[in-house]
């Protein structure tokens, strides 16, 4: 029997990558439905090469242009909006939700795939960074696995198997430093969004690229850690590695360290989270160490205040991760729009952290909250400061 999948982000990066996994495997895997927020064109050619049994556009602005354009596959369903979501990763047929969709917007349709006991692999960060406590604690409720797909997340999983009984001392998470890694503080004030587009090593949407500039995108790396293996903050280490070979690290209780190496693919993440515990074929490049030297520096946390900020966010917990990442949210969107330089992003989503109420013991209804609150918040500040 075919793993039937649901892509959550199909158009996206990750989502993508994903497609071509489900291609090399197509005896193994099916795509069951595939969902975009506004790219109703690159969703319609998917639906095309993949015949999913439906396809959801976020945006209902888009459904009207997104049936027309599949009118002659009347086996295709074609949805729309935030219910739809919701509603699709519950099909009895699916068996895995890939949860790729960027931001905030992935906690709710994550939150019912849990509910209906869907095998979770996690490429959706947000989800954990804004309610981890809640999304762990529905895991247990009904039992659903959950993989990470991050390939820093993913690295530390396939480290951790077969130690399941042996005390973690140390997870080592490594970051490449983005582009502006050896950037002074005069050269970080006039640095561009498109400056910041040109990761060295990674491939990856305009979100994430700009968090990973600003290493916020580490910071959330962080908090997704302490909730996916139960390691407090202040035992996550986080290493500059230009070379993005080394994914991450374990470090043992003996002091042995073990990490997971290989060359910058999401497509290998992407499948060890469909196939796990096996291992499968995957076309590409492969690793040669004698390439280049690894190296490892620490990162500046007074230069890269977005770090430190995530950090200190996850160390109060309750609702104040929350409320970094709806104000995250709003200024990544701001600089790459020109509204705020990348400097002030980190005032400004600090700012936010100090005016936005506080809830120590958050539920779901307190998150939605905090989210609308900070995003206001936030955009105040940068609208009247920046």
């Known amino acids: 029997m075919k793993q ?3 892509i959550l982000g199909s158009t996206g990066s990750i989502g993508t990558q994903a497609l071509d996994v489900i291609s090399q495997h197509p005896d193994l895997y099916e795509a069951y439905a595939l969902t975009a927020n506004h790219r109703w064109k690159e969703l319609a050619e998917q639906a095309r090469r993949f015949h999913p049994a439906a396809v959801v556009i976020a945006d209902e602005a888009y459904y009207e242009a997104l049936t027309h354009e599949l009118s002659d596959m009347p086996d295709v369903k074609v949805y729309s909006g935030s219910k739809a979501l919701e509603e699709i990763v519950e099909s009895e047929s699916i068996d895995m939700v890939l949860t790729a969709m960027v931001g905030y917007s992935g906690l ?48 530390i999983f ?56 600003s290493l916020m995108n580490k910071g959330f790396e962080v908090i997704e850690a302490k909730w996916l293996f139960g390691v407090p903050a202040e035992k996550i280490q986080v290493l500059i590695h230009p070379q993005s070979i080394v994914h991450s690290a374990v470090q043992f209780c003996d ?57 200190e966010a996850i160390n109060k917990g309750g609702n104040m991760p929350c409320i970094v990442n709806a104000a995250n949210e709003i200024v990544n969107a701001g600089f790459r729009q020109g509204e705020c330089s990348f400097l002030a992003m980190g005032d400004i989503i600090e700012e936010t952290m100090n005016k936005v109420s506080y809830d120590k013991n958050p ?18 500040i940068m609208n009247t400061k920046f």
């Open 4 to 6: 039937q999948i649901c």
């Open 108 to 155: 709710a349709p994550t939150i019912h795939a849990i509910k209906a006991r869907k095998k979770i692999c996690l490429a959706n960060k947000e989800t954990l960074v804004v309610a981890g406590e809640l999304i762990l604690q529905l895991a247990q409720q009904y039992h659903t696995p959950i993989l990470p797909v991050d390939s820093e997340h993913s690295a």
């Open 158 to 213: 396939q480290s951790l198997v077969g130690e399941e009984e042996n005390e973690i001392e140390k997870i080592l998470l490594t970051c490449s430093g983005g582009p502006f890694r050896n950037f002074t503080d005069e050269q970080l004030k006039s640095v561009t969004a498109a400056d910041a587009l040109k990761h060295p090593t990674w491939d990856m949407g305009a979100k994430i690229t700009i968090d990973s500039a």
């Open 255 to 311: 002091g042995g360290i073990k990490a997971q190496l290989g060359v910058p693919d999401m497509r290998l993440p992407i499948q060890y989270a469909f196939s796990f515990p096996k291992r499968l074929h995957l076309n590409g490049s492969r690793l040669n160490l004698f390439d280049k030297p690894l190296e490892f520096f620490e990162p500046d946390v007074k230069k890269f205040k977005c770090l430190a900020l995530a950090y």
């Open 363 to 380: 539920d779901y209804d307190v998150y939605v909250r905090t989210d609308a609150e900070a995003r206001r918040v936030a955009t105040e």
